[in-house]
């Protein structure tokens, strides 16, 4: 019914930048908030940031400053620009919508994930 397709993580240095996307698909009515989540090895998932369709977005603190989160309504898109990168931003990076069905009940979604991995 509704998919979330992530894309743009990999290999990248220390101090480099990737751009995160995520595309919403299928029988959505509206999308509340959308965000980014990741989970390091051996850890549990955890915030990255969130952007609400009319309010403040949050950012975990380790992250405040390096990444924005942006979003495209008009193509159900939330895309997740990541820059100074470090070792500990290895991990696997999910997006996460909370959202409305056209027909039915509303929800969160998630996506796949996809793999960022900072090393020299």
């Known amino acids: 019914q509704v998919q979330l397709v992530e894309s743009g993580g990999g290999l990248v240095q220390p101090g480099g930048s990737l751009r995160l996307s995520c595309a919403a698909s299928?029988?959505?009515?509206?999308?509340?908030?959308m965000g980014w989540y990741r989970q390091p090895p051996g850890r549990q998932r955890e915030l990255v940031a969130s952007?609400?369709?009319?309010?403040?977005?949050t950012y975990a603190d380790s992250v405040k400053g390096r990444f924005t989160i942006s979003r495209d309504n008009t193509k159900n898109t939330v895309y997740l620009q990541t820059n100074s990168l470090k070792p500990e931003d290895t991990a696997v990076y999910y997006c996460?919508?909370?959202?409305?069905?056209?027909?039915?009940?509303?929800?969160?979604?998630w996506g796949q994930g996809t793999q960022v991995t900072v090393s020299s």
């Open positions: 996460n919508a909370d959202l409305q069905l056209r027909i039915g009940g509303r929800g969160t979604y």
């Open positions: 299928g029988s959505i009515f509206t999308i509340y908030d």
């Open positions: 952007m609400p369709s009319g309010g403040t977005t």
